[in-house]
């Protein structure tokens, strides 16, 4: 409920109270945590505020909570809320209704029937710092909840570590697998490596309390659970003093990101006297909405599927204490820009745009519906059932807000991608000319050029130019050569992928600064590790629908695949083998010849793909005869029964058939230098600093810039202050008998 930038915050107070179930507060963005918190501890008539915190409780749809995060002192509380999904009903307007806001969650597309996530703040007991550092005694009633109610199993039906079935092999691993997840147990361990199988819901296993049971304890004292993998790493990092990493991987939809989160949340709940932690966790779940909204879209598979990988680095001081944290992306796919197959859509921010702007916004930025542009109604899929992509949008505009961009930068930001999708609406025709073999060609909507041009501030005349040309040296003169017609549609789209991607560059560098650690209060920086967290996009199969971005996924998969199989076969039998231990070794498959198919020198895909990009007169088709030619006698390779331009690769999870069409041109994305030197021409800074060589060189800059520009104010402000007290001193002594009269005056009074 808002009011003039007021919001009421409905605080939970539980067990603390048995008079109020829950009190209201009015409060607006920059009311602290603390200050509410005040407000309802002097409504319950409690003797100190500084004993209770904050709470952000995420519940399941029968009230059980299932996860919880303590806010610092200093958090916002209404900002934090309007993060939170779009409630399909306020649970305070039903009677009967559990205490949470709730939602339809975007899952797979294959999952119909997923539980709503459900959120509320409560207030809580504050924890003390001994809590986190001394031993946790085993409550009986934790015990009683947790174990025989989610976790236990009998020993003689179910196994929590699969190395413990008596009989190995994939029908009983399946079988145990089914078995447990039936049961309510979603963990497993194959060894050091925990298997997740989603349940599309939440269960109330994440609480502080569950936290606390996983501190410090080995591995095979507790059922499987993924705070047992986070208190792994973190301990380990503090005994051996060395970074750790943990790996994520699995099948589009299978969960990774959310799994990702639970990670973040318990490493940093771990930092002995968190606060800090708390801050970097929080930073890092408000750019979650930012980067989901351009880097995540539909599917085939799931609605809601990452599209490209991150790397999440949280570093350590040497006592235990989160020192900050840092974020790498990996290969954002960039072609569905322009391209999207049947059903699936392009990025969700696009939507959110569209559907959420005001009517100003969309006159300013030149927006149409999403059907009239030619990036967004290739597959003839809009919507997304169940999500209401206007909140979103203002949702995605907090996020935004909370991470660091003010108005300024999301206008410029929504500008650029305004002008990403005007591109695909550009129209080319062919230049009607006397020469037989003119086959160069003419813009066909030069209003379309001339909007882009005004929203990134580009001259009209050099966008078409570069658009449908090129300049090339030869003998020291400048030609001007004229692109056909497949040319210019190549460089349109190179430029609205590149355009894109150096804005999620830029995206994640300033989510980056957002995370920058500081240096520690004595002045000293901090020498401790860091773990670092891999959320890999999963293995991906759409049938005949399988492009080069499959390719370089399921490329990255089968590398992590080699990676399980080195560590968890290889390595430990040669390990028992040192250590003269009988054991018959396990049979598994190696994949190694399947990556020397990919990545061998010099014969490999990939180099066969680069070659056959810089060889002028190369094709897709000459590029798969080359691909069958060299490698059809390979165990990994297969051909199509039928004749077709396709692949086939046999991979760790099955074969997948790769479409060959565009596997060059996605290959070569690159934008080109007459496009790159307009938009350097461009006179809105952002636009030149999207396309800056080196982003993080252009951001530094930047950062150095305002520095030299605050340093000479403030001597300008400092030299203007001294001649105008200089000023001021030679009129007093210019006039001694009116300065003696002022001073009689004075005395008189």
């Not at 949340?265 to 606060?275: D, M, R, V």
């Not at 070659?611 to 088709?621: H, L, R, S």
């Not at 305002?706 to 300008?716: I, L, T, V």
Request: one cysteine or more.
């Amino acid at each position: 409920m808002e009011e003039n930038g007021r919001h009421i915050v409905r605080v939970y107070v539980g067990a603390l109270s048995q008079e109020y179930e829950a009190l209201s507060v009015e409060a607006s963005k920059h009311t602290a945590a603390e200050e509410i918190v005040t407000c309802i501890v002097q409504k319950l008539g409690f003797p100190n505020p500084h004993d209770y915190e904050l709470a952000e409780v995420i519940g399941n749809a029968v009230g059980q909570e299932c996860k919880e995060r303590r806010l610092s002192p200093f958090e916002s509380p209404v900002a934090l809320k309007l993060l939170w999904p779009k409630c399909s009903e306020t649970a305070d307007s039903l009677l009967g209704s559990p205490p949470f806001p709730s939602r339809s969650r975007r899952t797979s597309s294959s999952s119909t029937s997923s539980v709503p996530d459900q959120y509320r703040f409560c207030l809580r007991e504050k924890l003390t710092d001994s809590l986190w550092s001394e031993s946790f005694a085993m409550d009986p009633q934790v015990i009683k909840d947790y174990f025989y109610r989610f976790l236990y199993q009998p020993a003689d039906k179910e196994y929590p570590d699969l190395c413990q079935l008596p009989d190995l092999n994939e029908e009983t691993l399946l079988e145990n697998l089914r078995s447990r997840f039936v049961g309510g147990h979603i963990y497993t361990y194959v060894g050091s490596i925990l298997i997740a199988v989603n349940p599309f819901k939440f269960h109330p296993i994440y609480n502080p309390k569950y936290v606390k049971l996983y501190q410090n304890r080995r591995r095979e004292e507790l059922p499987p659970h993924i705070f047992a993998i986070a208190d792994s790493a973190y301990h380990t990092m503090l005994k051996e003093k060395r970074n750790q990493s943990i790996v994520i991987s699995g099948e589009s939809g299978s969960g990774k990101t959310e799994t990702t989160n639970f990670l973040l949340h318990h490493l940093t709940a771990l930092s002995q006297k968190g606060t800090h932690g708390s801050g970097v966790e929080q930073t890092i779940l408000s750019a979650g909405p930012v980067l989901e909204a351009f880097g995540n879209a539909k599917t085939a598979h799931n609605n809601n599927s990452s599209r490209f990988g991150k790397f999440i680095q949280v570093s350590y001081r040497e006592n235990g204490m989160v020192h900050g944290a840092i974020v790498q992306k990996y290969l954002l796919e960039k072609s569905r820009i322009c391209c999207q197959a049947k059903n699936e859509r392009n990025y969700h921010v696009f939507y959110y745009l569209l559907a959420g702007a005001s009517e100003s916004e969309k006159s300013l930025l030149a927006l149409l519906p999403p059907y009239k542009y030619h990036y967004l109604n290739q597959s003839g899929c809009y919507t997304l059932e169940g999500v209401d992509e206007s909140y979103e949008f203002s949702r995605l505009k907090q996020s935004m807000e909370m991470v660091g961009f003010g108005s300024d930068k999301q206008r410029k930001l929504f500008t650029v991608l305004s002008a990403v999708l005007l591109l695909g609406n550009v129209e080319f025709v062919p230049k009607k000319s006397s020469y037989h073999h003119d086959e160069s060609v003419l813009v066909k909507n030069p209003d379309v050029v001339r909007q882009i041009s005004a929203l990134l501030r580009v001259t009209e005349e050099t966008l078409t130019a570069a658009l449908t040309s090129k300049r090339a040296r030869v003998s020291g003169e400048m030609l001007v050569i004229n692109y056909r017609m497949p040319e210019v549609i190549s460089s349109t789209q190179a430029m609205a992928k590149c355009l894109y991607g150096a804005l999620f560059d830029w995206i994640v560098l300033q989510v980056n600064h957002a995370l920058l650690s500081k240096k520690d209060p004595t002045g000293i920086e901090a020498t401790g590790k860091s773990i670092g967290v891999l959320d890999i996009f999963g293995f991906e199969d759409f049938g005949n629908c399988n492009s080069f971005e499959q390719y370089c996924i399921n490329y990255a998969n089968e590398h992590l695949q080699n990676y399980f199989n080195q560590h968890v076969f290889k390595y430990e039998q040669e390990e028992y083998k040192k250590e003269g231990i009988k054991w018959t070794n396990i049979g598994y498959m190696d994949n190694t010849p399947c990556l020397s198919l990919i990545e061998a020198k010099p014969n490999g895909l990939i180099c066969i793909l680069d070659d056959q990009c810089n060889f002028p007169g190369a094709t897709n088709e000459t590029l798969l005869q080359k691909f069958n030619s060299i490698h059809k006698e390979h165990e990994f390779y297969d051909v199509p029964q039928k004749r077709e331009p396709a692949f086939i690769i046999r991979h760790y999870a099955g074969k997948v058939k790769y479409q060959v069409k565009e596997f060059r041109e996605k290959n070569m994305d690159l934008m080109r230098h007459d496009i790159v030197s307009v938009l350097k021409n461009s006179s809105l800074a952002f636009v030149r600093e999207l396309v800056g060589i080196d982003p993080v060189a252009v951001f530094r800059w930047a950062i150095l810039r305002s520095f030299f520009r605050a340093y000479f104010a403030f001597n300008e402000a400092g030299r203007r202050y001294r001649m105008a007290k200089v000023k001021s001193m030679s009129r007093a002594f210019s006039s001694p008998g009116r300065r003696r009269s002022s001073n009689n005056e004075h005395l008189l009074k």
